[in-house]
């Protein structure tokens, strides 16, 4: 891939995506990474440079670049605070907005690439972030350290990217381990079920709905089998046990049908849940 784009193409879009320079968030002590000069990249760091080996970045840089990527190719200046107050009666003295650095990408080319990194998530590597009903985008790194000029053996840090929603994303998570003991030294392994958690948490602190229309995600042996439940309000007993089969049920109350059930008509949940019937006349 490198040697088809060339040096200069591929090293302009390093640049365009703010990889070598800083990035002017509101935080002291900010890096710029190590990026080859141009000058100085000849066919084996053109080749190490495409895979992402021999160069350095920094994680607000590489959060800056995702979220051009998938947010239609605008590149914004990152901040952490929103507003400065005045301490005695909170009124905001000054308010920072977002700052448009430059254009990358054209809309076409993230969505294009939006897809892709769903298809990391459902199909490839990034399975273990998959959550079922949510679309997810991921991808998964893995950096090997240098000490003293020198590659480290079995000595990495190991993280993974994400976006929610994938078609619409709100979010974008950077998770990262450094060394990662007594584990298969995989990013699929280690750090994309941790970011399936906290992506968890920000699905519902953002108040992220379910959506229709997600990659159908490849079915591991090891992958829980999920079931839509059915809506059996004002069914029988009898129709109750054959519609929610073969799912566990525990019935409350008294009566001959079912007047409130727990979860929901038409939630998608695990093979081994339980579904809680109310019984009423």
Same mark, same amino acid.
């Given at each position: ?18 990889? @070598? ?24 760091? +053109? ?47 000054? $308010? ?5 650095? %430059?254009?990358? /990408? ?29 679309? #997810? ?12 000029? %020198? ?30 003991? $007594? ?14 958690? /906290?992506?968890?948490? #920000? /699905? ?10 997600? /990659? ?8 829980? #089998? ?28 008294? @009566? ?21 019937? +109310?019984? @009423?006349?």
């Amino acid at each position: 891939m490198g040697q088809l784009l060339g040096k200069e193409t591929l090293f302009s879009y390093i640049d365009l995506f703010g990889f @070598g320079s800083k990035t002017g968030i509101d935080l002291n002590g900010e890096g710029k990474g190590i990026i080859f000069p141009l000058d100085k990249v000849g066919e084996l760091e +053109l080749a190490t440079t495409a895979f992402g080996q021999g160069v350095s970045v920094t994680p607000i840089q590489q959060v800056t670049a995702v979220s051009a990527v998938v947010n239609g190719g605008s590149l914004y200046e990152p901040y952490i605070v929103k507003n400065f107050l005045e301490p005695e009666t909170d009124t905001v003295i000054k $308010k920072v907005s977002k700052k448009l650095v %430059r254009n990358t /990408i054209s809309k076409k080319t993230s969505d294009t690439m939006r897809y892709a990194l769903e298809s990391v998530v459902a199909r490839g590597g990034g399975k273990y972030a998959y959550i079922d009903g949510y679309r #997810i985008g991921g991808k998964t790194g893995t950096a090997q350290k240098v000490e003293n000029g %020198r590659y480290l053996v079995n000595n990495y840090i190991m993280s993974f990217m994400a976006v929610v929603p994938a078609n619409d994303p709100k979010a974008v998570l950077y998770v990262a381990i450094d060394n990662p003991k $007594k584990t298969a030294l995989l990013s699929s392994y280690t750090t994309a079920p941790i970011a399936r958690r /906290i992506l968890l948490d #920000i /699905i519902e602190a953002l108040d992220i709905p379910k959506q229709e229309g997600a /990659i159908e995600k490849v079915k591991q042996w090891d992958d829980p #089998i999920y079931y839509t439940v059915p809506n059996v309000i004002g069914m029988s007993v009898k129709e109750a046990t054959k519609a929610l089969y073969p799912l566990e049920i525990e019935y409350t109350g008294t @009566g001959d049908k079912v007047i409130e059930q727990s979860p929901s008509a038409f939630e998608k949940v695990k093979s081994t849940s339980k579904v809680r019937l +109310l019984l @009423g006349s």
